[in-house]
């Protein structure tokens, strides 16, 4: 089952510009992780927020949380062609602790 | 380096024919996970392993098989009874321990059904 759904489904930007993506689930969840797949290759973590955290910033990447609208947002400032990839919210749900489960992605496209 | 090797890239398997995808980790890590990429799609669950031993169904565990006899392997047996198995396949694994860790995933097998 997709737990997260991610938008927009692609987005295409210029190589400076912010990137937003957005995940909604639907189950109550211990935390909310975002993972970066280049095409063809495994997935990397970026970044994983907790449920009674609201925000969180790693380097060029801002996560927030809104539990009570379930949903989640990724901003990468100042976008690279470098950041071109996929990217995946995944939750962890309440009753089922290291059981990620996987929206669909968002696909990144930064020109430069 | 620690990380988690799958073998082989790229795999062909024939009509009928069981094929096993190998995942190793040297992470130390407590538990395993396989999941399914269909083209344009997020990952579903097929099977994971909180422990040496047991191993718990994912969401689409038919036609696939696991076993976990050691902490460091997590095979993954794509069985004949799996009726459209052409996908990508990572497996992942993760420590148990709370803190703000992400899942390590491999670099993915490809199959392909010919």
């Known amino acids: 089952s997709q737990q997260g759904e991610e938008d927009p489904q692609a987005l295409s930007i210029q190589e400076g510009e912010n990137a937003t993506m957005n995940c909604s689930y639907k189950t109550s969840i211990n935390n909310l992780q975002w993972y970066r797949q280049n095409s063809g290759r495994g997935l990397v973590h970026l970044i994983l927020i907790r449920s009674n955290e609201r925000e969180k910033h790693s380097g060029r990447l801002r996560v927030t949380l809104d539990t009570s609208k379930k949903s989640s947002s990724l901003l990468i400032t100042a976008s690279r062609a470098a950041d071109t990839a996929s990217y995946f919210c995944?939750?962890?749900?309440?009753?089922?602790?290291?059981?990620?489960?996987f929206g669909a992605g968002t696909i990144l496209r930064v020109k430069s | 380096d620690g990380g988690i090797t799958q073998s082989p890239k790229y795999l062909f398997r024939k009509e009928g024919q069981n094929v096993t995808l190998s995942c190793e980790q040297n992470l130390n890590h407590d538990a395993m996970y396989w999941y399914r990429q269909d083209p344009g799609q997020g990952l579903r669950l097929i099977y994971y392993?909180?422990?040496?031993?047991?191993?718990q169904k994912g969401d689409i565990a038919e036609g696939y098989s696991v076993s976990r006899e050691k902490k460091e392997s997590f095979p993954l047996t794509v069985t004949s009874a799996q009726k459209n198995p052409t996908a990508f396949y990572l497996c992942a694994s993760i420590r148990r321990q709370e803190g703000d860790y992400g899942y390590t995933f491999g670099s993915g097998t490809r199959l392909t059904v010919v």
């Open positions: 995944a939750t962890d749900a309440g009753l089922l602790r290291n059981k990620l489960v």
């Open positions: 392993s909180q422990i040496v031993n047991d191993f």
